[in-house]
């Protein structure tokens, strides 16, 4: 079955960087949109960054512009969110959606 699993996570100080993964499995990947949202306490879930299938074309959430990067490597059936700069405000849980599935979520937290 469809099954998108993401990783990289943790507990960083503000400045710094993490790069987050999104492994799927299960389907073609390669044909389908990818995003990255995130849910944090207390707010909506929010669109982060997405990309089209074949990676010519992404788009951001203005909060994370300038600092984030999304990618992806459709001969490893993998998403990228390098995120850059890292604010306090990022702190959430990050998920992948593509092809009508969620992965489980990796959490960030960004803490002096």
């Known amino acids: 079955q469809k099954q998108l699993v993401e990783s990289g996570g943790g507990l960083v100080q503000p400045g710094v960087f993490l790069r987050l993964s999104c492994a799927a499995s299960?389907?073609?990947?390669?044909?389908?949109?990818t995003s990255w949202y995130r849910h944090a306490p207390g707010k909506e879930r929010e669109l982060v960054a997405g990309i089209s299938s074949t990676g010519s074309t992404t788009n951001y959430a203005a909060s994370v512009k300038g600092r984030f990067t999304i990618s992806r490597d459709n001969t490893k059936n993998t998403v990228y969110l390098q995120m850059d700069n890292l604010k306090h405000e990022d702190t959430a849980v990050y998920y992948c959606?593509?092809?009508?599935?969620w992965g489980k979520g990796t959490q960030v937290t960004v803490s002096s």
């Open positions: 959606y593509t092809a009508n599935t």
């Open positions: 299960g389907f073609i990947f390669s044909i389908y949109p």
